[in-house]
């Protein structure tokens, strides 16, 4: 069983920044890519940022510029820095690994930002 634990989450205001970090741990061998998904009250859970075990990237075109995903060395541990935060941004993120074509989740972690 693997369990990815979030943190990092909560009330920033509009413009300021935030920092989340995930990490697995449990029954897991290897190093395997990771992501981060958002989803907000209503809406559809959507790729945020992901990244490969050779460090490639993928970002999302709303939060290009802004967001950084980045991972420890040989580790499955992932970070994402967010900056210049917006209220669109509130949502519940969520913390991946995918291992095998499966995914794995973490619990979830809330961002608000507001004024």
């Known amino acids: 069983q693997v369990q990815l634990v979030e943190s990092g989450g909560g009330l920033v205001q509009p413009g300021g920044s935030l920092r989340l970090s995930c990490a697995a741990s449990g029954r897991i061998s290897g190093i395997w890519p990771m992501g981060w998904y958002r989803q907000a009250p209503g809406q559809q859970r959507e790729l945020v940022a992901n990244i490969h075990v050779n460090g490639d990237t993928n970002i999302a075109d709303s939060v290009k510029g802004r967001f950084t995903i980045s991972r420890a060395k040989a580790k499955n541990t992932v970070f994402l820095q967010m900056n210049s935060l917006e209220p669109e941004d509130t949502a519940v993120y969520y913390c991946?690994?995918?291992?095998?074509?499966?995914?794995?989740w973490g619990q979830g972690t809330q961002v608000t930002v507001s004024s």
């Open positions: 991946t690994l995918v291992r095998l074509g499966s995914y794995q």
